[in-house]
């Protein structure tokens, strides 16, 4: 069932979109599934999976989709396509250090929290301007990431999503990486061109298997 869910999902997707299969608490062997219907972004949440799941020499492109410990950035670096989940300033000079120490650049968004709900992290939106003035030579910064408020209030959630895309286009930011499996239709309406789908290919998660 996997092939088919990514096949049927990409379908509906422009060309411009990224699907990004989240395989965070789902084994190995699932991914290998998804591999069959060439898909290779996958996003997870923890470091540690990334670990366990890479294999060496492969196209895989890893996407750190959950928040990030400083202390585990170091095992990180080199390892990710894209972390999409920096919050804070502090996590962006530990990227820069580490990267800096393996001589590469490691590709970001800046985690913009816009739902206001208690638990997300994420910068403000009026923190960006600050956060931008700062310059790296080893952190890209590639756009923003945002997660909709967890609600069936399509209305709110659109709120959310435009003003994500406000914030897109006011920054000429490169990605917008913002859609789940229950609301990545509307946020395909309004500029994302990452969305991060884990229920709708892989099926309900049993968070029990994730340590
Ligand atoms: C788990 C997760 C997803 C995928 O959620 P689904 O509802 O299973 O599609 C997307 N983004 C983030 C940040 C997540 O933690």
């Not at 411009?16 to 991914?31: D, E, G, M, Q, W």
């Not at 990334?50 to 928040?67: C, F, S, T, V, Y």
């Not at 990267?99 to 992290?121: G, I, P, R, Y």
């Amino acid at each position: 069932m996997i092939k088919e869910n990514i096949e049927r999902i990409r379908q509906t997707l422009p060309e411009n979109v990224t699907l990004i299969a989240v395989s965070k608490t789902y084994p190995r062997s699932c991914i290998d599934e998804a591999i069959k219907a060439n898909q290779l972004d996958f996003g997870e949440n923890k470091v540690q999976e990334i670990l366990q799941k890479a294999q060496p020499d492969e196209p895989i492109r890893w996407h750190m989709i959950g928040h990030l410990q400083t202390n585990k950035v170091k095992y990180l670096i080199g390892k990710t396509a894209l972390i999409h989940s920096v919050d804070s300033l502090h996590l962006l000079d530990v990227i820069e250090k580490e990267s800096t120490k393996q001589d590469l650049v490691t590709h970001v968004l800046l985690q913009v929290n816009l739902a206001h709900e208690e638990t997300k992290f994420g910068f403000d939106e009026t923190e960006l301007d600050d956060v931008l003035k700062h310059s790296y030579q080893h952190v890209a910064i590639d756009g923003i990431m945002v997660i909709g408020p967890h609600c069936e209030d399509e209305q709110r959630i659109e709120e959310v999503f435009m003003k994500a895309e406000k914030l897109k286009n006011s920054y000429h930011f490169k990605e917008l990486s913002m859609g789940m499996s229950y609301d990545y239709k509307i946020a395909l309406k309004h500029g994302a061109t990452m969305i991060r789908i884990g229920t709708d290919i892989f099926g309900q998660r049993d968070y029990s298997k994730q340590k």
